[in-house]
Nanobody
Framework: QLQLVESGGGLVQPGGSLRLSCAAS????????IGWFRQAAGKEREGVSC????????NYADSVKGRFTISRDNAKNTVYLQMNSLKPEDTAVYYC???????????????????WGQGIQVTVSS
């Protein structure tokens, strides 16, 4: 069974940090570009970041540039999202998703992401 599982969410104060993990089972992540998305209450889902199959190319939404860092460890079949300097507006359910692609060195949050995790809550509040 193909599955993505997010972990590492929770409640953090403004200015704090969290690291989200996305672990795959049933398939190898190195065949996919990986994206992180989020959906705040009452808002549409938005792309946060993506990373290419090789890990050499990343993209970020303007709202998180300089604060979030995406990385991957293909040996562990896991992708990470390090989130620093968190703001209340970062509060959302965060999802990781996998897009099977042949291109090694590119990613886009507009790819067709076929596999999705169940989502994990991140709350930034004092």
């Amino acid at each position: 069974q193909l599955q993505l599982v997010e972990s590492g969410g929770g409640l953090v104060q403004p200015g704090g940090s969290l690291r989200l993990s996305c672990a795959a089972s049933g398939f190898t992540l190195d065949s996919c570009a990986i994206g992180w998305f989020r959906q705040a209450a009452g808002k549409e889902r938005e792309g946060v970041s993506c990373i290419s199959r090789s890990g050499g190319n990343t993209n970020y939404a303007d709202s998180v540039k300089g604060r979030f860092t995406i990385s991957r460890d293909n040996a562990k079949n896991t992708v990470y999202l390090q989130m620093n300097s968190l703001k209340p507006e970062d509060t959302a359910v965060y999802y990781c998703a996998a897009a099977p692609v042949t291109v090694q060195r590119m990613c886009a949050m507009t790819y067709r992401y076929d596999y999705w995790g169940q989502g994990i809550q991140v709350t930034v509040s004092s």
